[in-house]
């Protein structure tokens, strides 16, 4: 089956039952994100969240970058990777979804090193001076580009950045698209591959993750 077409629920079970055991707040967050938001979809989820752990785990990170927070799942995977003193900052605007991850964080063993702030991450990138480690970033797919630009300086040699559904259902594949979001994703992983400060890989999870390490 080609990843672009309808995916396979039963590799799905095969891929989620020879992965590590997703932890109980995670189950309860993914339950109550399908229950009570409009597009539960837009949630990590299991085999990404793994991924996102185990990358973090890796690294230690002292400081971590989220930006699109929506309920909080993948911020959760993030913090389980972080060192001992280490710092999680998520941005997102959407206050009406807000109570679900303050709910979720406050639960957490993470709720001190987790700084969610209601904010523009545009604005926040152009007054910071922090550098991080770790970067992960789903949020509003017409600013991956500027993003882009803005965490470059955030970052140092190591630093790992990821961006979410750079594949946007197999619509960068398409020729002279007319579609704003896909053009603009296809900018960016134009940008991206061109980038002689960075070494990239796309990774066909999902939606596709573009993971780039930091020279």
Known sequence: MSYFEEKDPEMDRYLETHASNEPDILKKLRRETY????????ISGYQQGRLLTIISQMLRPEKILEIGTFTGYATLCLAEGLAEEGRLITL???EDLA?????????????????????????????TDEIFDLIF????????????????????????????????????????????????????NDLIAKDDDFENLILPLRDGVNFLRKK
């Not at 229950?35 to 837009?42: A, G, S, Y």
């Not at 797919?141 to 750079?166: A, C």
């Open 35 to 42: 229950q009570k938001t409009t597009q539960p979809h837009m």
């Open 92 to 94: 997102d605007v959407n």
């Open 99 to 127: 109570y679900l991850p303050r709910k979720y964080f406050g639960e957490s063993r993470y709720a001190h090193q987790i700084d969610f702030k209601i904010e523009d991450a545009k604005d926040f990138l152009k007054t």
């Open 137 to 188: 970033i789903d949020a509003d797919k017409e600013n991956y580009t500027e993003y882009f630009r803005l965490i470059k300086d955030r970052t140092r040699s190591g630093s790992v950045i990821m961006f979410d559904n750079v594949l946007w259902y197999g619509k960068v594949l398409e020729e002279n698209s007319k579609q704003k979001s896909t053009q603009d994703i296809k900018l960016l």
